[in-house]
């Protein structure tokens, strides 16, 4: 009996596919009647009809193979579908049964004993699935002749007659003996809205019969009719299928039940011994881990220990299980509590960080920027030495200030790593310079050696990486004594095709660290020794922060050292070439003879070094000669092309005279401090260069010195120090008075007009008079800041078509995102305050037409 209910249970199931496949077979005999007159487009519109046909014939076979044999008898013949006469819809029409062809596999259901209570319900349900097929045959020949606005031959109203009278609602009062069902029926059939459709098809089909078919496009709607008929016999079909299965389900169900008993009674008491034993032998250690748990809970949650004792008072009294868990929720309310108010103390702190910033900023940009001025303007030595303190200590205090913000973001998780190309030589170069004249006073020989094979653009972070440099080329200043050595490295590690790993090294011959203070060196606010913080100073942040920006960029920053042997940090990074920068190609200078002056043989500094590695880079020979052969009265070595003299061997009275007056080309590496020494008139060398030295310097020196014209002699460029940017206007807006003055004295001194104002109106108004070349724009401003006023004024320009004047913020924001917010809302660029001169001088010859870029170049 289970058996034979589930082959009538698939049996069931089978018929809506063979109704769907039947349905399949029809619409494929639409498409190919309507394109019968051209049978290459013909086979391709309806191939979409024909795989979808296919599919459910391959769906029939694969649920039973035994279904294979009822294809033939459902839906349209095979032989008649790819058969050309079908063009001729009369005789093709003609052959088609007006009933369902499932009529023969219901037989097959209903004879079967085990249905015999159900015979007369599924009777119905034949005749429900015959008055379905017959309406979608009544909507074949409907859409077939509305397609091809053709009238109705007699013969096929005949036919026509004949689908109509078999799409007839059947009697569906055989379905009495199931009062659920028959209640449902009948509501789907009584329905206003169904019987009324209804009759909307009697009087088409009145209209058809009698010849009243026309071609008007509100007959289109009759397809619609028929459809919504088809689709409320699909759910009386739905509804008697279902309680069809349903009989049958429970016949299955009743032949289970009795095993299904004795099986789950025999689980039910093995599950029910093995969960006695469980409960039993796990009580114990549940009691003892939500112990242990309240424990750990207690810890985390409580403010201190008088609090988290009375905490495990409270969980040692609980009775039950629910005032223990009671007092879990309530432990994670406190937690949440403090994570909330963790959360709002953070940003809190960041916002007072970024508040003081700006406010330490404003001030110290007046401070900095006067004692500048003030300096320019002819001092004391007494009275240049207390500048260059204020200075000095204005610039430590934006260093902490900067330090602290950058660990404050670097906690918060707000610091962001940009991907950009940058050019490698110029971004470390320019990250060198600043140290130069700070290396002079204290008389420490700064090296910088940069890979000249390393490819020159690459893409990452330029300004962290200059960040991370700069913090350990001063921390290694800070420790290392007069007259020491910091040499700087950029190496190529491994160069691949689109990459290349590059390890970034700074040394020094300082006081070293001992092994316990290289293991915490990287902690904030640590330094070596109290003593080191007292001698030294500093806050002990920039190992801490350079250490964490190295981490962000994918690297890990090192020490290696000894006690009074110096230190050497170092890290390396693999950074994506810019493949879409062409490669720099380098004069060749092969063919050229370069050599360097030194006092004695035994001397070998980094720097000769560098210097050595570069000349040979670029082709040239190099060779080291020695004042004994070069000065000797009766000297008869050769000279080279050119000739290199490093300042620091030469400091003595008359030296440097006796180093230019040989008979070939030379060259004077100095410093800031001795630079002051030269005199043009009597020092006549080919060019002068500052320390340390680099690719781009050794190409500057070969390039200058070697050229076939005669080179103007180094006179004035040594001495003249001044630019001019004559012609030019600025305005400026800026609500701090200081800070209007300083940067008006600023402008004027390099030669620009300069119009101030007070606010971001007084700005806009100012400008719309016109003449002015750039606009330096504050941003916090009363009446309208600097963004509202920038939106101004490029809307002016854009609704009167004005050229448009370059608009650069100035500002003390130092935030994450600020230049690119600052960027985004139009302005051209970006400065923070303290305002450096030099920087103001490269923003105005980047963004005024006509500034020649040498206006930024001196000597070096």
């Not at 009375?310 to 009671?326: G, H, P």
């Not at 320019?430 to 893409?459: H, M, S, W």
């Not at 007259?483 to 190529?492: A, D, E, R, T, W």
Request: charged residues 25%.
């Amino acid at each position: 009996k289970y058996q034979t209910n589930i082959h009538l249970k698939h049996a069931l199931s089978h018929v809506k596919i063979l109704q769907t496949y039947e349905q399949s077979k029809l619409d494929e005999a639409l498409c190919l009647l309507i394109t019968a007159t051209d049978n290459n487009q013909s086979q391709h519109l309806c191939q979409e009809r024909k795989e979808y046909a296919q599919t459910y014939l391959k769906l029939l076979k694969a649920e039973d193979v035994n279904l294979g044999s009822w294809v033939h008898r459902i839906g349209i013949d095979e032989k008649k579908l790819n058969d050309e006469s079908m063009a001729n819809f009369g005789e093709f029409i003609h052959k088609q049964k007006v009933v369902s062809g499932l009529n023969s596999y219901f037989e097959t259901i209903s004879c079967q004993k085990s249905m015999l209570k159900e015979k007369a319900l599924l009777e119905v349900y034949q005749k429900v699935v015959d008055a379905s097929y017959a309406t979608a045959l009544e909507n074949f020949l409907l859409t077939y002749y509305m397609s091809e606005k053709i009238e109705i031959s007699a013969a096929n109203l005949i036919y026509w007659d004949s689908v109509i009278e078999a799409s007839a609602l059947p009697a569906l009062d055989d379905a009495h003996y199931v009062e659920t069902l028959n209640r449902r029926i009948h509501t789907l059939v009584d329905e206003k809205e169904f019987s009324t459709l209804l009759n909307k098809i009697d009087d088409m089909h009145i209209s058809i019969l009698t010849g009243g078919m026309t071609q008007n496009a509100k007959n289109i709607g009759w397809i619609v009719l028929l459809e919504k008929k088809q689709k409320k016999l699909i759910e009386i079909q739905s509804l008697i299928e279902k309680e069809l299965n349903t009989a049958l389900e429970t016949r299955i169900s009743s032949a289970l039940n009795t095993l299904l008993f004795f099986c789950v009674a025999i689980l039910l008491g093995i599950i029910g011994l093995f969960l006695l034993y469980r409960e039993y032998t796990s009580k114990r250690r549940e009691a003892q881990s939500l112990a242990d748990m309240m424990g750990k809970l207690n810890a985390l949650s409580s403010y201190g220990t008088a609090e988290s004792k009375v905490m495990t008072e409270m969980l040692s009294r609980a009775k039950s299980k629910e005032e223990i868990y009671a007092h879990i929720y309530s432990r994670f309310q406190l937690l949440e509590e403090k994570r909330k108010q963790a959360k709002d103390e953070a940003s809190s702190k960041s916002q007072f960080l970024s508040t003081l910033s700006h406010e330490i900023r404003t001030p110290l940009n007046g401070i900095i920027g006067f004692s500048k001025l003030l300096k320019d303007m002819g001092v004391t030595a007494d009275q240049e030495e207390f500048l260059a303190l204020i200075e000095g200590s204005s610039n430590n205090l934006i260093a902490i200030v900067n330090d602290v913000l950058d660990l404050s973001k670097m906690n918060a998780a707000k610091m962001e790593i940009e991907n950009v190309s940058f050019d490698i030589f110029e971004t470390i170069e320019t990250t060198i310079a600043p140290f130069v004249y700070r290396t002079d006073q204290k008389d420490i020989e700064l090296g910088l050696f940069i890979d000249p094979f390393l490819a020159q653009n690459f893409c990452g972070d330029a300004t962290k990486l200059s960040q991370v440099l700069t913090n350990l080329v001063g921390n290694a200043m800070k420790f290392t004594d007069d007259y020491g050595k910091i040499n700087v490295f950029v190496q190529c590690i491994h160069d691949r095709k689109d990459e290349a790993e590059i390890k970034f090294a700074v040394h020094d011959d300082g006081i070293g660290l001992s092994e316990e203070q290289i293991h915490n060196i990287f902690e904030a606010f640590t330094q070596a020794t109290k003593s080191t913080s007292k001698k030294y100073g500093g806050t002990g942040l920039g190992l801490t922060i350079s250490s964490k920006m190295v981490e962000l960029m994918g690297g890990k920053l090192e020490v290696e050292s000894q006690v009074d042997q110096g230190a050497s940090f170092f890290f390396t990074l693999t950074l994506k070439k810019d493949m879409q920068k062409a490669t720099p190609e380098y004069p060749d200078f092969s063919e050229k003879n370069i050599g360097l002056a030194l006092p004695v043989k035994n001397i070998k500094r980094q720097l000769d070094t560098n210097l050595e590695i570069y000349i040979r880079h670029l082709g040239a020979e190099f060779t080291y000669y020695y004042y004994d052969d070069i000065f000797a009265e009766d000297a008869s070595v050769l000279l080279p092309d050119l000739m290199i003299f490093d300042h620091h061997y030469a400091r003595l009275s008359g030296e440097l005279q006796q180093c230019a007056s040989i008979q070939c080309k030379t060259v004077l590496l100095t410093n800031g401090t001795l630079r002051s020494r030269i005199n043009p008139d009597r020092h006549k060398f080919d060019d002068v260069l500052l320390t340390p030295i680099s690719l781009r310097k050794s190409i500057r020196i070969l390039q200058n010195t070697l050229k076939e014209s005669e080179p103007e002699r180094i006179q004035t460029k040594i001495l003249k120090d001044h630019e001019s940017f004559s012609g030019l206007t600025a305005l400026v807006a800026d609500d701090n008075m200081i800070n209007r003055k300083l940067i008006k004295i600023i402008l004027e001194k390099i030669g620009l007009g300069v119009t101030l104002t007070n606010n971001g109106h007084e700005v806009f108004e100012a400008y719309k008079k016109g003449g002015f070349d750039i606009i330096l724009m504050d941003i916090q401003m009363p009446v309208m800041d600097g963004v509202e006023a920038t939106h101004a004024i490029l809307a002016y320009e854009l609704e009167h078509e004005q050229k448009h004047i370059p608009i650069i913020a100035i500002t003390a924001n130092v935030g994450t995102h600020d230049k690119e917010h600052y960027l985004a809302e139009g302005m051209d660029d970006y400065m923070t305050k303290p305002v450096e001169i030099e920087t103001l001088k490269k923003m105005i010859t980047k963004h005024c037409a006509g500034v020649s870029e040498d206006m930024l170049k001196s000597d070096v």
